[in-house]
Nanobody
Framework: QVQLVESGGGLVQPGGSLRLSCAAS????????LSWLRQSPGKGLEWISE????????YYTASVKGRFTISRDDAKGMLYLQMSSLKPEDTAVYHC?????????????WGQGTQVTVSS
């Protein structure tokens, strides 16, 4: 059974940084692409970043490119999102998900999420 558990969210001031983590189990971690999604208040799930197998390639939505960095540790079964220069509009629940930007919705597997609030 696929399990994805996010952690690391919290309250941070604009311009600050946070590192999110996602612990994965129930599948062969190194064989799959992974994504981070987010859901802002009153909005649907938004894909923001993906990392392919072997960390070969990473992709970001325009609004976070240059500020967020996705990474993975296949030995530990962990996915990370380093977020810097945070803005109030980054406030959302952040989820890790199986799949790339093209497949996460069809695969339908993501964690419960961790809340990130950017506010002074």
């Amino acid at each position: 059974q696929v399990q994805l558990v996010e952690s690391g969210g919290g309250l941070v001031q604009p311009g600050g940084s946070l590192r999110l983590s996602c612990a994965a189990s129930g599948f062969t971690f190194s064989n799959v692409a992974l994504s981070w999604l987010r859901q802002s208040p009153g909005k649907g799930l938004e894909w923001i970043s993906e990392i392919l197998t072997g960390s070969a390639s990473t992709y970001y939505t325009a609004s976070v490119k240059g500020r967020f960095t996705i990474s993975r540790d296949d030995a530990k079964g962990m996915l990370y999102l380093q977020m810097s220069s945070l803005k109030p509009e980054d406030t959302a629940v952040y989820h890790c998900a199986l799949g790339s930007g093209a497949t996460w919705s069809r695969l339908g597997s993501w964690g419960q999420g961790t809340q990130v609030t950017v506010s002074s």
